[in-house]
């Protein structure tokens, strides 16, 4: 600093001040010049951080700003956080208490909510070390024997409720059910049966269902409900009856018939019968009665019902986004949240559960003709595949920057989480999804291979360190993730063990290749499927495997799917089907560094004929550096590379490099442990 002795009455400089320190002055012009432009401004404000509570306790007429003060609903919270400014604001976090929130609406996200500028990610999050649970669920109270000698309890269900699940202190009950107690014909219509049907005397039967393990597909379980039964036939309904029975086949070149997916019809005889009163005889069932709004349940051992808390499932969807790309929300996370008790009744309708693959199903009074078929068939839909896909609990799309960490799916009616098309820079990291219905996590569709624009990608999506376990726990051909047409994503360090079915499925439209036609195009590349944990899956139905691929994966070998360095073994089936599984049309996938072993099939299979380029080559793969048990030989023709794996009996074979970077990384693995609230 600079002082400068003045006489006195000097003349002041013209556009200065004088700060005096004894008989010093500060010549302010020339330090001025000096310092950078805005160095004498007023400091900025740093943005302020918005924190708002709810609890079931809490009451929406609370300002909802201190812990003692809490909303009461998450709708409350929402219509704050839509008011803020969310340009201006500091990091923004809504804290919900411990305990059940009940909804009886979806909690839908749009533009309004979100996030980004100085407000960053807009959090959902659990209280410290409490439990959130986010239900569609209500409580069924009342519970009486229905007479001194009977196991059979019951209790009202409120009027118009239709539900396929029951969950008594926090464990899914079975629907009623059995077997056959009488011999069938099969029919155009249904059955017919031997005189004196005992099922003509059941009551309701229009709410019959019959169940077919393998019925359309070693790795299919359809369900058809029942229409009406007379004592010499059974009427099954419609459309499920003839979209499992007539499926549409194509004749190629050569005079053989092919169904592009799976068979043409269900030909077996039902393996099981559910939700039928007179089955309703061991402990753990119930049976809902529509007509008398009544529910009746035959306790386990060690269960009271005048004090257990049984929640039946009322509303489908928990937590949407609107679905629309002019409308998406972005830069949102829920944390440490449990969403539960999630409804799915259609398979309850006509439509019933016609499979086609991982859940997808036939719908439509023509879907058997026309769905999916686009030009293999006259009057087909398009595009090819796209048949209908079994909703989630929790579904976005067309949305940004979602993340879900340390979330919890569990008691779920059809699929756990779908980050469907137009999902973007989503992340599920720590997560645990269990006894769920259907599919734990869908990511993509299948309804836009070829999108017109790039807000209908799915893409950057980062599945993480989450564990999965006694998913698909009612539709069996479900699987623990499934991913249609995605890119750029990545499903690393997850576990996934106790599944009765495939582990993780991607990809779609490779069918056409059974009718030596190309496979769909599409828009998926650059997905990696890395170190996860797979064991004690395909417990129940069969060709499938611990990875599956199915269709176009990218347009080189650089940027097709990549499955490394996964860890598999116990795998359950003992035929159909492979380990790490390349299916039809599944092209440019690499194959490198995994280890598999305790296996009954092989451990990887199959190359199929690259019909796209129609040059005699194969689809093009590469195999190399795995450790597994009767692997095949080495090969390098037609696009198929396969070199430098090796044979091995046991897990003692394994590089402890790759079995220790399998599974869930060890700062997550505390989920493991996780129980439901």
Same mark, same amino acid.
């Given at each position: ?115 980004? /500028? *100085? ?8 209280? $410290? ?30 009027? &118009? ?30 059955? *017919? ?7 003509? %005397? ?5 709410? #019959?269902?019959?169940? !077919?393990?393998?019925?359309? &597909? ?36 050569? &005079?053989?018939? !092919? ?36 529910? +009746? ?51 309850? =309708? ?9 859940? +997808?199903?036939?719908? %439509?009074? =023509?879907?058997?003709? =026309? ?7 006259? &009057? ?16 976005? $799309? ?23 098309? %137009? ?10 999804? *269990?006894? #769920? ?15 017109? $624009? ?14 999965? @376990?006694?998913?698909? *726990? ?10 249609? @047409? #995605? ?13 009765? !079915?495939?582990?993780?499925?991607? %990809?779609?439209? /490779? ?11 599409? @828009? ?23 990875? @599956? ?62 019909? =796209? ?9 590469? #195999? ?10 080495? +090969? ?13 009996? /046991? ?27």
């Amino acid at each position: 600093m600079f002082f400068i002795r003045q006489q006195a009455h000097a003349t002041r400089p013209h556009g200065s001040f004088r700060l005096f320190i004894g008989s010093y002055r500060v010549v302010a012009a020339f330090l001025c010049a000096l310092l950078p432009l805005g160095a004498l401004s007023s400091p900025a404000h740093a943005a302020t951080a918005v924190t708002y509570f709810v609890s079931p306790s809490g009451s929406d007429s609370n300002p909802g700003t201190s812990v003692d003060a809490p909303f009461r609903t998450l709708t409350k919270a929402q219509t704050a956080v839509r008011a803020i400014d969310k340009t201006t604001s500091g990091p923004i976090t809504v804290t919900l208490a411990g305990g059940v929130y009940r909804l009886a609406n979806t909690l839908t996200f749009t533009a309004a909510d979100s996030g980004g /500028g *100085t407000a960053g990610t807009v959090w959902w999050k659990a209280a $410290s070390g409490q439990t959130p649970v986010i239900s569609g669920g209500v409580q069924i109270s009342g519970w009486a024997k229905t007479s001194t000698s009977s196991d059979i309890w019951s209790a009202p269900a409120p009027s &118009g409720l239709d539900t396929r699940q029951l969950y008594v202190g926090g464990v899914r009950a079975q629907r009623a059910t059995g077997s056959l107690p009488v011999s069938l014909t099969q029919t155009a219509t249904g059955y *017919t049966t031997a005189s004196g049907d005992p099922m003509a %005397g059941w009551r309701n039967p229009s709410a #019959i269902e019959f169940v !077919y393990r393998g019925g359309l &597909g070693l790795w299919t379980e359809p369900r058809c409900p029942v229409a009406s039964v007379t004592s010499t036939a059974i009427t099954m309904a419609q459309p499920c009856w003839n979209n499992s029975t007539q499926r549409v086949m194509r004749t190629d070149d050569s &005079g053989r018939t !092919y169904n592009l997916v799976g068979r043409k019809s269900i030909t077996e005889k039902p393996t099981a019968v559910e939700n039928a009163y007179e089955l309703l005889d061991k402990p753990g069932e119930f049976y809902l009665d529509k007509s008398e709004h009544r529910f +009746y349940y035959i306790p386990r051992s060690g269960e009271n019902l005048a004090n257990a808390d049984v929640e039946a499932p009322s509303l489908d969807t928990l937590v949407a986004s609107s679905g629309k790309a002019s409308d998406e929300p972005s830069h949102v996370g829920f944390q440490g949240i449990q969403f539960s008790y999630a409804n799915y009744t259609t398979s309850n =309708t006509g439509t019933g559960f016609s499979e086609i693959q991982a859940t +997808y199903q036939v719908t %439509g009074t =023509t879907g058997y003709a =026309t769905q999916g078929l686009c030009d293999f068939v006259s &009057g087909g839909s398009c595009p090819y595949g796209n048949w209908t896909k079994m909703p989630a609990a929790v579904r976005f $799309s067309y949305d940004k920057s979602i993340h879900f960490d340390h979330d919890y799916f569990v008691h779920l009616g059809a699929a756990g989480l779908d980050l469907g098309d %137009g999902s973007q820079n989503d992340t599920v990291t720590a997560c645990v999804f *269990t006894d #769920i219905s259907g599919n734990g996590l869908d990511l993509g569709g299948v309804d836009i291979p070829q999108p017109s $624009s790039s807000a209908q990608h799915t893409s950057a999506i980062t599945v993480k360190d989450s564990h999965f @376990y006694d998913t698909a *726990t009612e539709y069996h051909g479900g699987v623990a993730i499934d991913a249609g @047409y #995605i890119e750029t994503s990545t499903i690393t360090h997850n576990q996934i063990d106790h599944v009765p !079915y495939t582990a993780i499925s991607i %990809g779609w439209g /490779g069918w056409p290749d059974k009718v030596s036609l190309p496979a769909q195009p599409n @828009y998926s590349n650059s997905n990696t499927i890395s170190n996860n944990l797979i064991y004690d899956h395909m417990s129940l139905l069969g060709d499938g495997g611990a990875v @599956y691929t199915n269709g176009i994966t990218g347009t080189s070998m650089a940027n097709g799917e990549h499955v490394t360095g996964n860890v598999v073994h116990d795998q359950l089936n003992t035929s159909g089907g492979h380990v790490l599984y390349t299916d039809n049309g599944a092209t440019y996938v690499s194959i490198l560094g995994n280890a598999v072993w305790n296996i009954s099939v092989s451990p990887w299979g199959s190359k199929h004929v690259n019909y =796209t380029v129609g040059d005699g080559t194969y689809d093009p793969t590469d #195999i190399e550096g795995n450790y597994w048990p009767n692997g095949p030989s080495d +090969y390098d023709n037609k696009e198929v590379l396969i070199q430098k794996n090796h044979n091995i009996t /046991g897990a003692d074979q394994v590089p402890s490099s790759i079995t220790a970077a399998g599974g869930i990384e060890s700062q997550y693995q505390a989920i493991l442990s996780w129980q439901p609230a």
